[in-house]
């Protein structure tokens, strides 16, 4: 266990630059989704807000179907993104797509919360907390552990390729690559099933007691 934590710790202190990157992309992505609610206009608003009031009445009201239908479609979601960052890790100029990629989940997550609370005030907090803060909880450091290790896997390759001081086979270095995305992709599996279970349920209370009345 002490082995375990001091490679943590040593990855850490080696590329926290990549990871405070990283954060800081996907924080401004949330800051820039907020910037958008406002920018909105007061008919494309209400559009979205009939479309969202349409899926709160009639989506949620089928417990067994949407359940399982947003396990599915939630977890290949996940996987489908986590894929596509092991894969643009592999090649050296997918990282411009690894951040633009990171920077619009930003987005998503600031203009989800931003219109629910532009439209709905505290209530609309509320209800972005019930739909995607417990799977986000977990899936969102995932996203960013994920970008990172794509990115360091690209500067490794670089390395590897460019500097003749670079000693560690770049074959051990995938294999551990390999093995980070294995556990990303459980604990994505594991958002899945708390955005289909625990935020279903939450969003049919929140529903319920918000929209319906």
């Not at 001091?6 to 820039?32: A, P, R, S």
Request: no cysteine.
């Amino acid at each position: 266990m002490p082995k375990k934590r001091n490679i943590i710790v040593n990855h850490l202190n080696q590329y926290y630059t990549i990871y405070i990157f990283t954060i800081i992309l996907f924080l401004t992505g949330i800051i820039f989704g907020a910037i958008i609610v406002n920018s909105m206009s007061w008919i494309q608003k209400q559009d979205l807000y009939f479309y969202l009031e349409n899926f709160f009445l009639n989506y949620l009201s089928d417990n067994n179907m949407a359940q399982t239908d947003l396990f599915k479609n939630a977890m290949l979601y996940h996987i489908q993104f986590l894929a596509l960052l092991f894969f643009l890790g592999l090649a050296v100029i997918g990282l411009p797509i690894i951040w633009v990629l990171l920077f619009v989940k930003g987005v998503a997550v600031g203009f989800t919360v931003g219109y629910f609370v532009n439209q709905l005030g505290w209530k609309g907090l509320m209800l972005a907390f019930s739909s995607i803060a417990s799977q986000n909880m977990i899936i969102i450091p995932i996203y960013i552990i994920a970008s990172a290790f794509a990115m360091i896997f690209s500067f490794t390759l670089l390395q590897s390729i460019f500097s003749k001081r670079y000693k560690l086979p770049v074959i051990q270095v995938f294999y551990r690559y390999i093995g980070v995305f294995f556990i990303l992709t459980i604990g994505a599996t594991i958002a899945a099933g708390l955005e289909s279970v625990i935020s279903f349920k939450s969003m049919q209370m929140i529903s319920d007691y918000f929209i319906k009345k």
